[in-house]
């Protein structure tokens, strides 16, 4: 374990509050140690105690997690919410002490968060606990890279604070995050299973299709909720648990907001910059696992020589394709998708590479690129005015993008698919599908059924 207290902190801490600017009466400070290995999830458990909201991320391929505590420093917008968060962001990064030696990715002064699928659709209740867009820089974060394994603080200092009293705070905080070493034990069981309007979602899809028919439209994606009633409160760091086993190829999430935590495990990345190198990926086109090897591989090839689905797929690639031509030099596409696997479901899979050009950030992409054809459609406006006309869904942060960037120009978003809304023990599970011009609403249906068993069988259910 790390041990705060000590001078080299206690001289960082002392120095910023000497030299807080007149005009301020605080700033924040950010400190990186590297640490001994520390399994994230019981890091994230271990804040429970701490009465402070949480967040988890972790991409196992890269064998790569985040975990955040508490809010030293949050951007919240309801309006121009790309402009304002990136600004703020800005201006955050120049009035920060930063003292970091180890400029390892996700380390430093980091904030993570997500936002609504679609800022105009007029928010439910469901999702009161959410902003249209919310950013959070922890107090404390883990970080584990690799190997490698990092703590940092981000403390606000004040005017006439003194540095021994912050460092005793952070000593005791540090010792709770850091002397936990198991999971409560959890047998969660759906009592109830409610499917929300089944028929009148298959009406939407022939509505759809009846749409793209005589408009010029090609694709329009519907999603659909499930609730459910839990035998007990859903312990997230659990679930994240279950969700790492279960889920190896996807990018396990939480985000802690009051009484509502949403927590998923999506295997769709948006975009991934290190530096000026740049990653998207597509990911739409979707089939069922096989029970065995060989009907794996029929499925998987089937999948791969289906006309509707590398339809489907193409929208996305050409869309991406065209939307980093704006900001990227440099960009490849392979010329044919591979097969995705998932524990239970397969999908087409395209990765797209390029350089990011000086003066666009991850936000700029972000804000091109959603929502993706997999996730609203083509072309994008006129399926998503379908969507806020038919989807009785209020989305909230599914199928939007999440993720994280720190101050060395790191940072990555993914797409809040195969996920849950959790409040205590209750549940709302959502999961969509594209909808084409020969879709049948049975064949969408069973689709997006499966669609909901990552977040179910965690929670207990069946399909």
């Keep these: 374990m790390i041990e705060v207290q000590d001078r080299q902190v206690e001289e960082i801490l002392q120095d ?9 009466n605080s700033q924040i400070v950010s400190i990186t140690k590297k640490i001994e290995a520390k399994h994230p999830v019981l890091f994230f458990e271990a804040a429970a105690h701490l009465q402070k909201d949480r967040i988890f991320w972790t991409s196992t391929k890269d064998d790569f997690a ?6 030293a420093f949050e ?4 309006e121009d919410r790309f402009y304002y968060t990136e600004s703020t962001w800005k201006q955050l990064l120049k009035n920060t002490i930063i003292s970091n030696p180890f400029h390892a990715p996700g380390t430093g002064l980091v904030c993570l968060g997500g936002m609504d699928f679609d800022p105009e659709k007029q928010q439910t209740s469901l999702w009161s606990d959410f902003p249209a867009i919310h950013f959070t820089v922890p107090e404390y974060m883990l970080t584990k890279n690799e190997d490698d394994y990092y703590f940092t603080i981000n403390i606000p200092v004040h005017r006439g604070d003194h540095a021994e009293q912050l460092i005793k705070e952070l000593y005791r905080t540090e010792k709770a995050l850091f002397n936990h070493e198991q999971l409560p034990s959890q047998q969660l069981q759906v009592l109830n299973k409610r499917v929300i309007a089944p028929n009148q979602w298959k009406k939407t899809v022939q509505k759809a299709k009846e749409e793209i028919k005589v408009k010029p439209l090609k694709k329009i994606v519907l999603a659909r909720e499930m609730r459910l009633k839990l035998n007990q409160d859903a312990n997230i760091a659990n679930l994240l648990k279950d969700l790492l ?7 396990i999430f939480a985000f802690e907001q009051n009484e509502s935590c949403f927590v998923g495990a999506t295997p769709e990345r948006l975009v991934k910059v290190e530096k000026n190198h740049l990653l998207s990926t597509c990911l739409a086109g979707t089939a069922p696992r096989g029970t065995s090897k060989a009907e ?27 939307g980093l031509k704006k900001y990227c030099t440099n ?11 998932l524990r239970n479901l397969q999908h087409l899979y395209t990765p797209v590479t390029g350089t990011l050009l000086d003066g666009h950030s991850i936000f700029t992409v972000v804000k091109e690129l959603h929502p993706t054809p997999a996730l609203g459609g083509t ?35 993914a797409v809040a698919i195969r996920s849950a809304l959790i409040q205590q023990d209750e549940a709302s599970l959502f999961a969509g599908c594209g909808v084409v011009r020969d879709s049948d609403p ?15 069988s965690v929670l207990g259910g069946q399909a």
């Excluded at 951007?75 to 309801?78: E, F, G, H, L």
């Excluded at 960009?331 to 696997?341: A, G, N, Q, S």
């Excluded at 806020?388 to 101050?407: H, K, Q, S």
């Design 16 to 24: 910023a509050i000497r030299h807080i600017p007149k005009q301020k």
């Design 66 to 71: 985040i975990v955040g505590v508490g809010n």
């Design 75 to 78: 951007i919240i917008a309801n």
């Design 245 to 251: 086993e279960a889920q190896p190829n996807s990018y």
């Design 296 to 322: 794996d591989d029929k499925i998987a090839d089937k999948l791969l020589h289906d006309e509707k689905n590398r339809e489907e797929h193409e929208f996305v690639v050409q869309m991406i394709k065209q």
């Design 331 to 341: 960009i490849h596409v392979p010329e044919v998708p591979v097969v995705y696997p």
């Design 379 to 413: 072309p994008r406006d006129l399926s998503l005015k379908f969507i806020r006309d038919y989807e009785i869904l209020d989305r909230g942060w599914y199928g939007a993008p999440i993720g994280w960037l720190d101050n060395n120009a790191n940072g990555e978003f």
């Design 442 to 456: 049975e064949a969408e249906y069973e689709e997006t059924r499966i669609k909901f068993l990552p977040m179910l």
